[in-house]
T-cell receptor, first 112, second 114 residues
Framework: DARVTQTPRHKVTEMGQEVTMRCQPI?????VFWYRQTMMQGLELLAY????????DSGMPKDRFSAEMPDATLATLKIQPSEPRDSAVYFC??????????FGQGTRLTVV | DQQVKQNSPSLSVQEGRISILNCDYT??????FLWYKKYPAEGPTFLIS?????DKNEDGRFTVFLNKSAKHLSLHIVPSQPGDSAVYFC?????????????FGKGTKLSVIP
């Protein structure tokens, strides 16, 4: 049963701490997206990778967010330092060119 | 500037009736459109898609209509069932430009009343 796996599912952290979210895309999918869902903005694209190379990260606050794909089975999204306004659900999705995107279950981040 | 707009935040429909969810877009480069369904505490799941070379695509109870001249698409669910209650997101991408990046609307929460 192929699926996108995200860890952790929930994270509560104090302001100023580093947060790392992980995503395992579906095997063989060569495009990975990070989205953030908030009540006000809906689903916003933060970054996306194709064949592990970053293609667009214009949606990310560069001073505190970073996204990487150290290998084809792992994508990471880091926030350092975290702020209360970063509280949201973060989704990873993967695509094999020509098919629809499959989403993980998300990481619910709360920064207090 | 929102490129994909879902102007109705919520919609209530009686079980058995038709649900119509609407979506408008502004970017003329978009050539592939998708609908995703999202339940609480889960990720969005793909429902149905349509390429800009078509004006209709049907899959069981779900039909998506595309009006390119109006930059408008709609999702019809007939008949609606209580299990259809979820948030529906419209999304668009520019495949012809080599981009599979999805731009989403803010979603419409559908409630199907038994």
């Amino acid at each position: 049963d192929a699926r996108v796996t995200q860890t952790p599912r929930h994270k509560v952290t104090e302001m100023g701490q580093e947060v790392t979210m992980r995503c395992q895309p579906i095997l063989g999918h060569n495009t990975v997206f990070w989205y953030r869902q908030t009540m006000m903005q809906g689903l916003e694209l933060l970054a996306y990778f194709r064949n592990r190379a970053p293609l667009d990260d214009s949606g990310m606050p560069k001073d505190r967010f970073s996204a990487e794909m150290p290998d084809a089975t792992l994508a990471t999204l880091k926030i350092q330092p975290s702020e209360p306004r970063d509280s949201a659900v973060y989704f990873c999705a993967s695509v094999f060119v020509g098919t629809e995107a499959f989403f993980g279950q998300g990481t619910r981040l709360t920064v207090v | 500037d929102q490129q994909v707009k879902q102007n109705s935040p919520s919609l209530s429909v009686q079980e058995g009736r038709i649900s119509i969810l609407n979506c408008d877009y502004t970017n003329s480069m978009f050539d592939y459109f998708l609908w995703y369904k999202k339940y609480p505490a889960e990720g969005p799941t793909f429902l149905i898609s349509i390429s800009s070379i078509k004006d209709k695509n049907e899959d069981g109870r779900f039909t998506v209509f595309l009006n390119k001249s109006a930059k408008h698409l709609s999702l019809h669910i007939v008949p609606s069932q209580p299990g259809d209650s979820a948030v529906y997101f419209c999304a668009a991408s520019a495949h012809g430009a080599g981009s599979y990046q999805l731009t989403f609307g803010k979603g419409t929460k559908l409630s199907v009343i038994p």
